[in-house]
């Protein structure tokens, strides 16, 4: 079974198919607000609590952008 499931992961890959847990879509985050709070002075920390937003999400979509 080991093989036959390793060779099928081996051609979807092969293939292009993305594998494993698809990255949440979510809510639009305002990220460029928290760019404005942090050019304020305010750490990304004090940004993300300030509007309700996680924390790891943020850097996420900041990194993206």
């Given at each position: 079974?080991?093989?036959?499931?390793?060779?099928?992961?081996?051609?979807?890959?092969?293939?292009?198919v993305v594998?494993?847990?698809?990255?949440?879509?979510?809510?639009?985050?305002?990220?460029?607000?928290?760019?404005?709070?942090?050019?304020?002075?305010?750490s990304i920390?004090?940004?993300?609590?300030?509007?309700?937003?996680?924390?790891?999400?943020?850097?996420?979509?900041?990194?993206?952008?």
């Open positions: 079974i080991r093989e036959r499931t390793r060779a099928g992961l081996k051609s979807a890959r092969a293939r292009g594998l494993g847990r698809p990255v949440g879509t979510g809510r639009d985050l305002p990220v460029n607000e928290c760019k404005d709070m942090m050019a304020e002075g305010k920390r004090e940004a993300c609590r300030a509007l309700n937003v996680p924390l790891t999400t943020m850097r996420r979509r900041m990194k993206a952008a």
